[in-house]
């Protein structure tokens, strides 16, 4: 008789363990059986409880668990004798409970960006419940459009929860996607790889790219083989572009980008579009007490030397004869492709040498006269001749 008076104490325990546990409280159970539309867990001597397959599916409806793998499911509710469960964070009569789980052992939970309030989002999570993530905690660049946020779900962390408020962050989430993301390009690039990227950010000093997860700097020393005034005049944010990795310093989190490496270098064909002996139409780019600097073409200068501005008069600064920004026509006087240097000297001065050249040859063979040629060859056509001097 005592034995079966402890029999059926434990049977009608057992039999009301299921409403003695409470809603939102916590178990990780291994998974027994999986049904089209359940998911059954051991919960120990409890028996088994039941979770919504659909909750257990990836976006595109495939499961993504199976028989054997733990879960971790908050209890919801007890309905006809089954014990049901949920593994989504903020749903049901257990929404508080989970919520303190989740704020206690630092849980990631959705939520989805509902608007822009002051001095943040409110964020709407999962069984309705609002809360309120602070734009410092949301981890945007301050570049970024925030409109493109709202109505996007997101990860976040409970950093405050008491009956009233519920403060979120994202900060850790973002930061350890880009850890992730680091690590996996860490194993690709390599200096002098070419990658795509977009410009996320204009500055006064250059650009930054997104290549893939992670920021690059694009200075704007790199960005054409020519001067850049202003960084907008080359690129705008969330332009596509294509660039050369320089440098890689993943211990200081430092990546240098190079556009210009990515186009063609136009002093590959300086000999050909500015040959010796053509003329040109540049702008003075720069005056130095050398002398002065035009630009030919984007990223090709040559230099007239001081000495060469003037004709026959002296010049003492490049200054007194220029200014910066003029436009002047050049003759080129030599190529040095090698070196990237070309000298140039003014038209008009060209022009002048030239016919005073020509003038000279005119006087040294007067019009009509056979060219003497060399001393040798006068000699010859006397011997030739027979003329024997008398």
């Not at 979770?51 to 879960?71: F, H, S, T, Y």
């Not at 301050?142 to 519920?166: C, K, Q, T, W």
């Not at 300086?270 to 630009?295: I, Q």
């Not at 040294?364 to 003329?387: N, T, V």
Request: proline residues 5%.
């Amino acid at each position: 008789m005592e034995n079966e008076e402890n029999f059926a104490e434990l049977f009608e325990k057992s039999y009301k363990e299921p409403s003695r546990m409470e809603p939102g409280q916590k178990v990780e159970a291994p998974i027994v059986k999986i049904t089209p539309e359940w998911v059954l867990i051991e919960v120990g001597g409890k028996g088994e409880g039941y979770i919504p397959a659909d909750e257990l599916k990836d976006a595109n409806g495939n499961l993504i668990a199976r028989e054997g793998d733990i879960v971790r499911a908050w209890f919801n509710r007890s309905e006809e004798g089954e014990m049901r469960f949920t593994t989504r964070i903020g749903t049901g009569p257990a929404a508080r409970s989970q919520l303190a789980d989740a704020f206690k052992e630092h849980l990631p939970l959705a939520g989805k960006v509902a608007k822009e309030i002051k001095g943040g989002f409110e964020i709407t999570l999962p069984g309705g419940l609002r809360a309120f993530c602070p734009f410092s905690q949301m981890g945007i660049r301050r570049d970024e459009s925030r409109e493109a946020y709202v109505g996007v779900e997101l990860a976040f962390h409970i950093i405050e929860l008491d009956r009233r408020n519920i403060v979120l962050s994202r900060r850790e989430i973002v930061e350890a996607e880009r850890q992730t993301k680091i690590a996996a390009l860490k194993e690709t690039l390599r200096e002098g790889d070419r990658v795509r990227g977009t410009v996320t950010s204009i500055q006064k000093f250059g650009a930054f790219v997104d290549i893939g997860g992670v920021e690059g700097l694009l200075p704007v020393s790199e960005m054409a083989w020519g001067r850049t005034g202003k960084v907008s005049d080359v690129l705008s944010a969330g332009q596509p572009v294509e660039v050369i990795i320089k440098s890689l310093d993943w211990e200081n989190r430092r990546i240098s980008l190079s556009l210009k490496d990515a186009l063609p270098n136009p002093w590959d064909s300086a000999a050909r579009n500015w040959p010796a002996g053509s003329f040109h139409t540049g702008k003075v780019s720069r005056l130095a007490p050398f002398g002065a600097f035009v630009t030919l073409g984007d990223g090709v200068d040559g230099l007239i030397h001081v000495s060469r501005l003037g004709g026959d008069k002296r010049v003492n600064h490049p200054e007194d004869v220029l200014q910066a920004g003029q436009e002047i026509e050049v003759c080129v006087e030599a190529v040095d492709v090698k070196n990237q240097r070309i000298s140039l000297v003014p038209a008009d001065v060209s022009r002048e040498q030239q016919e005073k050249q020509e003038t000279m040859r005119r006087y040294q063979e007067p019009e009509g006269a056979a060219p003497l040629g060399s001393l040798g060859e006068q000699l010859k056509r006397h011997l030739d001749s027979g003329d024997d001097g008398k």
